[in-house]
């Protein structure tokens, strides 16, 4: 309750930095995109990752001021790097809470608008449990950001509880396999099926497949091979501090 109370205070005070993770395309390498990742700087203790203090904001309304401020962060970077002609769409992870507010869309379209970021330069990553928890409100805020050009990730996908017969009514675009499914694929058949499935059932639908945690290049051709669109993970890149982005080999000009 103290880590709370003292990272509502560290949020107003300016102390939250966002790192971003590449999303390469699978077959070129090029950066087709960069995943938002919060972190907490905090003035005694470093650098904190959000395992140490997304859990406690996710039990209480922080949650939504945080995110309020992640997405606000992202499409300000998104413009800033826009500006110095890199043109590179940010992903952005929205907690089931965020959706579940009535005031979802109208605050996202308001920041796209104040950054004057087109809309199909973000995506919004969501998990499978936020879905399903309102299912009706959740896939119609969803429908909506979708109507005016905003990308929608099923993030961590297979490790929730979506049941394949509900997924072609889903207004989504992109499809994120967990990475404990990628960890796995060399060592256990299972997994490298399983992933084999959702990539057939991914195009099947139209939708983009992106795998997550690719920590070595063997990995990474595979899934290249295997029909994946998108690579993410440290075996191509870290989450970076923003000024390192533009730098980086495989950015767009
Ligand atoms: O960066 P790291 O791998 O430590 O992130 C751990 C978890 O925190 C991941 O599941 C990631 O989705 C989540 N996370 C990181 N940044 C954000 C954020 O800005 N908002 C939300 N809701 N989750 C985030
Ligand atoms: O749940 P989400 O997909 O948003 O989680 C993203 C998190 O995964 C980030 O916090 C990032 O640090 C972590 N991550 C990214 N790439 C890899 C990787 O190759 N291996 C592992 N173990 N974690 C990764
Ligand atoms: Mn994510
Ligand atoms: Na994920």
Known sequence: LRQLTELRTGLRSGHLRLHYQPLHDAGSRVVHGVEALVRWQHPQRGLLPPGVFLPDAERSDVILELTDWVLAEALRQAAAWHARGCHLPVSVNLPPAYLAQDRAVGTILTLLDLEQVPATMLTVEITETAVLTNQEQVAAQLAQLRARGIRVAIDDFG???????????????????????????????????????????????????????????????DLATAGVDLLQGFGLNRPQPPDVIPTLPGIPT
């Open 159 to 221: 490790t929730g509880y979506t049941s394949l017969g509900l997924l072609p009514q889903l207004p989504i675009d992109e499809l994120k396999i967990d990475r404990s499914f990628v960890i796995r694929m060399h060592d256990s058949p299972a997994h490298a099926t399983i992933i084999d499935s959702v990539i057939a059932i991914a195009k099947a639908l139209g939708l983009t497949v992106v795998a997550e945690g690719v920590e070595d290049e063997p990995t990474a051709r």
